[in-house]
């Protein structure tokens, strides 16, 4: 019996990455090729380690087309769609979301600048100071500086400007205190 010949061009076309060419559509320079492989978007990755799986290897599955794997894989009903894995990638691969993530603090900068949430400092006349302790979980591991952006400005619209004092290091260089954004409660 002979062994079966099988041709590059109809394994080629059986093995057709359905998720990068939808990556491809959404995002026209979606090159999911141009992968270092440096695991940035792991380390910071909330859904890191969580059913054997972890955002490097989701993308590397994706490239070599393994599409059946990762579309029954129950992984991205896991993933807090933070973005954290595009505010690190060195390559500024953004891996599609469809939901996205909000803090309360992003809407108070919102409506502060809008007019419709009135603050004021007046009340802090004997100019109390205050500084903000970046929360890391927030910071570093999801919404990144423009949520430490917008939580400094709605600090200092609250306090006034001149009583508010950065703290070093700060934003996503931050020190971790050690109290998981507040997950440490027993």
């Given at each position: 019996m002979m062994p079966e010949v099988i041709e590059l061009t109809r394994l080629r076309n059986e093995m057709r990455n359905g998720i990068s060419d939808k990556v491809k559509e959404l995002i026209p320079d979606g090159n999911l090729s141009a992968c270092l492989t440096c695991g940035t978007c792991t380390s910071g990755c909330p859904a890191t380690g969580l059913m054997d799986m972890y955002p490097r290897k989701f993308l590397r599955m994706a490239v070599f087309g393994q599409d059946r794997e990762l579309e029954r894989h129950p992984w991205v009903w896991v993933c807090t769609m933070c973005n954290r894995c595009y505010d690190a990638c060195p390559m500024k691969l953004n891996i599609p979301h469809k939901?996205?993530?909000?803090?309360?603090?992003?809407?108070?900068?919102?409506?502060?600048?809008?007019?419709?949430?009135?603050?004021?400092?007046?009340?802090?006349?004997?100019?109390i100071k205050f500084t903000v302790q970046d929360p890391c979980n927030v910071v570093r591991k999801s919404l990144g500086d423009r949520f430490a952006d917008d939580l400094r400005y709605v600090v200092k619209q609250v306090v006034g400007e001149d009583n508010f004092v950065e703290m070093a290091p700060n934003k996503s260089n931050n020190f971790c205190c050690g109290t998981g954004g507040g997950c440490c409660g027993s």
């Amino acid at each position: 019996m002979m062994p079966e010949v099988i041709e590059l061009t109809r394994l080629r076309n059986e093995m057709r990455n359905g998720i990068s060419d939808k990556v491809k559509e959404l995002i026209p320079d979606g090159n999911l090729s141009a992968c270092l492989t440096c695991g940035t978007c792991t380390s910071g990755c909330p859904a890191t380690g969580l059913m054997d799986m972890y955002p490097r290897k989701f993308l590397r599955m994706a490239v070599f087309g393994q599409d059946r794997e990762l579309e029954r894989h129950p992984w991205v009903w896991v993933c807090t769609m933070c973005n954290r894995c595009y505010d690190a990638c060195p390559m500024k691969l953004n891996i599609p979301h469809k939901f996205e993530f909000r803090s309360i603090v992003e809407y108070y900068a919102r409506w502060i600048r809008e007019g419709k949430l009135p603050v004021t400092s007046h009340w802090n006349r004997t100019g109390i100071k205050f500084t903000v302790q970046d929360p890391c979980n927030v910071v570093r591991k999801s919404l990144g500086d423009r949520f430490a952006d917008d939580l400094r400005y709605v600090v200092k619209q609250v306090v006034g400007e001149d009583n508010f004092v950065e703290m070093a290091p700060n934003k996503s260089n931050n020190f971790c205190c050690g109290t998981g954004g507040g997950c440490c409660g027993s």
